[in-house]
C-alpha cells in the first residue's frame, strides 16, 4: 500500500530522507539530525508541545478572567473531567516512543489540530489535548504511514479504551470534514515554524 501523501519540505528532508526502514513489523521513525535533544526526544516534538502548551495557557488564561467565565466553551467528546497528570511534552514522548509511526506524523497531526480548532472554535485545553493529540496522531499515522498500528493499541498508549478511541477517531474526522491531504507547501510552512521555535529551546 503506498502513502497518499508525501509532502516533505526540505528544511525538514533529513526527517524522512530515506524511505523508512522496517523494524520487523513497524516502521522505525526517522529523526533530522541536529534536532535532538540530550535526552533523544526530537527538538521539532519539543517545538511540537511548546507551541500547544503556550496555547492552553492563553487560553484557560482567557478563561479564568471574568470576562470571559460566561464564555467558556461547551464540552466536547475530547474533554476530561480532569487533567491528566502527564503534561504535554510528557503525553508526546510517550506517543513517539510507543506508537511507532513516522516523524512526519507528528508534524501533519499538528496541523490537523489547527484545522480542527479553526474548524470548529474549539479552544485547546489541558482538559482536551490529550485526547486531541492521541487522535490526531492515529489518523495522521493512518493517513501517511505504510503501516501503523490499531485503534486498540492507540488506546493503550493514549489512555483510553478501544470504543473511546473509536468514537474519538470519528468525531474528529468529522470535525475535519475528513479533509486529511496536506500540500507541500503548507507542510513546509509547518516545518519552518517548528524549526523556528525549536531553535529556541
Given at each position: ?9 526540505p ?10 526502514r ?25 517545538a511540537v ?5 503556550k ?6 488564561k ?6 470571559a467565565?460566561s464564555?467558556?466553551?461547551s ?10 497528570n ?5 503525553y ?9 509511526c513516522?516523524?512526519?506524523c507528528?508534524?501533519v497531526a ?5 484545522r480542527?480548532v ?6 485547546l ?11 490526531s496522531?492515529?489518523?495522521a ?30 468525531e ?8 486529511l ?21
Amino acid at each position: 500500500m503506498k502513502r497518499k501523501t508525501d509532502a516533505i519540505h526540505p528544511l525538514c528532508s533529513k526527517i524522512e530522507a530515506k524511505k523508512q526502514r522496517k523494524k520487523g513489523n513497524q516502521l522505525a521513525p526517522q529523526v533530522p539530525e541536529g534536532w535532538k535533544t540530550m535526552a533523544s526526544t526530537p527538538r521539532f516534538l519539543l517545538a511540537v508541545a511548546s507551541l500547544l502548551e503556550k496555547s492552553i495557557q492563553r487560553n484557560e488564561k482567557l478563561f479564568a478572567s471574568s470576562f470571559a467565565s460566561s464564555q467558556k466553551d461547551s464540552i466536547t467528546v475530547f474533554d476530561g473531567s480532569k487533567a491528566p497528570n502527564m503534561n504535554v511534552r510528557q503525553y508526546m514522548e510517550r506517543i513517539f516512543k510507543y506508537a511507532s509511526c513516522s516523524t512526519s506524523c507528528f508534524v501533519v497531526a499538528y496541523i490537523y489540530i489547527e484545522r480542527f480548532v479553526q474548524g470548529t472554535g474549539v479552544r485547546l485545553t489541558s482538559l482536551n489535548i490529550h485526547r486531541l493529540l492521541i487522535t490526531s496522531v492515529l489518523v495522521a499515522a493512518k493517513f501517511m504511514d505504510y503501516l501503523c498500528h490499531n485503534n486498540a493499541y492507540y488506546a493503550k498508549v493514549g489512555g483510553v479504551s478501544t470504543a473511546e478511541m473509536n468514537n474519538l477517531e470519528m468525531e474528529f474526522l468529522f470535525n475535519l470534514d475528513f479533509k486529511l491531504h496536506v500540500t507541500t507547501e503548507v507542510y513546509g510552512k509547518y516545518c519552518q515554524q517548528l524549526e523556528r521555535v525549536g531553535r529556541g529551546l
